[in-house]
């Protein structure tokens, strides 16, 4: 091989290896909460799921708001929402944080 081709080469397989370390990398969450007959929300992480019960007579959504700002104060930033309808509606928030 003459040196161009392995110069080529070793530079091709030096750019690929920075790439790839350069992609960020994260963990995933779903906060989901409810409407009027579903009184808890749901935080699902790859390591975890937690669940708080919501009391009957509290505002449902702002309960779901309040636990996205917490755990945006924990470094999540919601990438995604979602909202279901039918029988019950549920509010769906899609998170995320880098992962040091």
Same mark, same amino acid.
């Given at each position: 091989? =003459?040196?161009?081709?392995?110069?080529?080469?070793?530079?091709?397989?030096?750019?690929?290896?920075? &790439?790839?370390?350069?992609?960020?990398?994260?963990?995933?969450?779903?906060?989901?909460? &409810?409407?009027?007959?579903?009184?808890?929300?749901?935080?699902?992480?790859?390591?975890?799921?937690?669940?708080?019960?919501?009391?009957?007579?509290?505002?449902?959504?702002?309960?779901?708001?309040?636990?996205?700002?917490?755990?945006?104060?924990?470094?999540?930033?919601?990438?995604?929402?979602?909202?279901? =309808? &039918?029988?019950?509606? &549920?509010?769906?928030?899609?998170?995320?944080?880098?992962?040091?």
């Amino acid at each position: 091989m =003459s040196a161009k081709i392995k110069l080529l080469v070793i530079t091709t397989l030096l750019i690929v290896n920075i &790439g790839l370390k350069a992609q960020d990398r994260y963990e995933y969450a779903i906060v989901q909460g &409810g409407d009027v007959f579903i009184n808890k929300i749901t935080v699902i992480t790859s390591s975890d799921e937690e669940i708080v019960e919501t009391p009957k007579d509290s505002k449902r959504k702002v309960e779901l708001i309040k636990k996205v700002e917490e755990l945006e104060k924990q470094g999540w930033e919601v990438f995604n929402t979602a909202l279901s =309808s &039918g029988t019950f509606i &549920g509010h769906y928030f899609y998170m995320r944080r880098k992962i040091k």
